[in-house]
């Protein structure tokens, strides 16, 4: 081969290889997944700061008053004897008059509908509550309007992870359904919705509200 022939194939070589490396660093479809760090970190999905609530809410879940700190739990309740689970304190919570709960020693619980104004921190309560049994909620409106999500599992997956770890306890549940990452929070006001779909692309994650605006 001669000299001339010998650069002509180094240089194909060369170029071949400069576009498999732009291939492979770009991903399938020639554009890389969005990542946390493709938002300003005041943006980022753990610094998302819903604005409060200007009515009251309303909020589903287990009354747990524990010698009178009494809190309302959306996410896992441990079935012990009595149950243990970790929620948001409740303020003006009385049992006068309220049927459908159990006592064991200095703690009292029960599932209700909970109605109150949220400060950010806690709930003071504005209304007698319902017993969950007797509790008849107007079905929240599917956001997906009934549209399957296109992300892959795999891609999924690493999302879910990802907001496990950032938001530890602030993430009520994370798990994935219909080709979404479904992530329910305490509340959101379209901010925290708007931060995951700035991170991690629309129609990948779906923000949910544990207490919802009613006044």
Same mark, same amino acid.
């Given at each position: 081969?001669?000299?001339?022939?010998?650069?002509?194939?180094?240089?194909?070589?060369?170029?071949?290889?400069?576009?498999?490396?732009?291939?492979?660093?770009?991903?399938?479809?020639?554009?890389?997944?969005?990542?946390?760090?493709?938002?300003?970190?005041?943006?980022?999905?753990? /610094? $998302?700061?819903?604005?409060?609530?200007? @009515?009251?809410?309303?909020?589903?879940?287990?009354?747990?008053?524990?010698?009178?700190?009494?809190?309302?739990?959306?996410? $896992?309740?441990?079935?012990?004897?009595?149950?243990?689970?970790?929620?948001?304190?409740?303020?003006?919570?009385?049992?006068?008059?309220?049927?459908?709960?159990?006592?064991?020693?200095?703690?009292?619980?029960?599932?209700?509908?909970? +109605?109150?104004? +949220?400060?950010?921190?806690?709930?003071? /309560?504005?209304?007698?509550?319902?017993?969950? $049994?007797?509790?008849?909620?107007?079905?929240?409106?599917?956001?997906?309007? @009934?549209?399957?999500?296109?992300?892959?599992?795999?891609?999924?997956?690493?999302?879910?992870?990802?907001?496990?770890?950032?938001?530890?306890?602030? $993430?009520?549940?994370?798990?994935?359904?219909?080709? +979404?990452?479904?992530?329910?929070?305490?509340?959101?006001?379209?901010?925290?919705?708007?931060?995951?779909?700035?991170?991690?692309?629309?129609?990948?994650?779906?923000?949910?509200?544990?207490?919802?605006?009613?006044?």
């Amino acid at each position: 081969m001669s000299t001339s022939q010998r650069r002509l194939s180094l240089a194909a070589a060369s170029v071949v290889g400069l576009l498999l490396l732009s291939a492979c660093a770009s991903g399938p479809g020639g554009s890389p997944a969005p990542t946390s760090t493709t938002v300003p970190s005041d943006q980022l999905l753990e /610094n $998302a700061s819903p604005g409060l609530p200007e @009515g009251r809410v309303i909020g589903t879940g287990t009354v747990l008053d524990v010698g009178g700190d009494v809190q309302l739990c959306f996410g $896992a309740v441990a079935l012990s004897a009595p149950p243990k689970c970790s929620g948001i304190p409740v303020d003006d919570w009385t049992w006068d008059g309220v049927d459908g709960s159990e006592t064991s020693g200095d703690t009292t619980w029960g599932t209700y509908a909970v +109605y109150g104004m +949220y400060d950010g921190e806690r709930i003071t /309560n504005t209304d007698p509550p319902i017993m969950l $049994a007797l509790f008849d909620p107007i079905a929240p409106e599917d956001p997906t309007d @009934g549209v399957e999500g296109t992300t892959s599992e795999d891609e999924l997956a690493r999302v879910q992870d990802d907001i496990s770890t950032r938001l530890g306890a602030d $993430a009520v549940t994370v798990m994935t359904d219909r080709g +979404y990452v479904w992530l329910q929070v305490l509340w959101d006001d379209g901010t925290i919705q708007d931060a995951v779909d700035a991170e991690f692309g629309e129609g990948v994650v779906v923000v949910t509200s544990s207490l919802r605006e009613i006044d």
